[in-house]
């Protein structure tokens, strides 16, 4: 059975969100998925999107989606965030950069 993934606002309906089609789902501890909703966001957010266009959908229960305009941009992205989370916050912009030379 396939997952259905959507997006909805705090009381529950869609607003012009809705279902949430292609890219990946990635999951991520819940304290990572809280310092991705952050703000000021994460600096590893910023090298990201110098890097790639993306779309991102983070739920408090440690679940990611993400979708960018290729296949492949996606999967390293969902990569990242997937190990990011063992990457101290601090070292992160730099261990991200590192990634993507």
């Known amino acids: 059975m396939d997952p259905i993934i959507s997006c ?9 969100f809705g279902g949430l089609k292609g890219g990946t789902l990635v999951e991520c501890s819940p304290s990572q998925a809280r310092a991705l909703m ?3 966001p ?4 910023a090298v990201l999107g110098a890097k790639f266009q993306f779309e991102m959908a983070v739920g408090v229960n440690g679940r990611v989606w993400v979708s960018a305009d290729s296949v492949a941009a996606t999967a390293k992205i969902a990569n990242i965030l997937m190990h990011a989370q063992t990457v101290p916050l601090s070292e992160q912009e730099q261990w991200v950069k590192a990634r993507l030379q």
Do not use: I, N, Y
């Open 8 to 16: 909805m606002d705090s009381q529950g309906k869609a607003s012009g």
């Open 38 to 40: 952050g703000r000021p």
């Open 42 to 45: 994460p600096p590893l957010l």
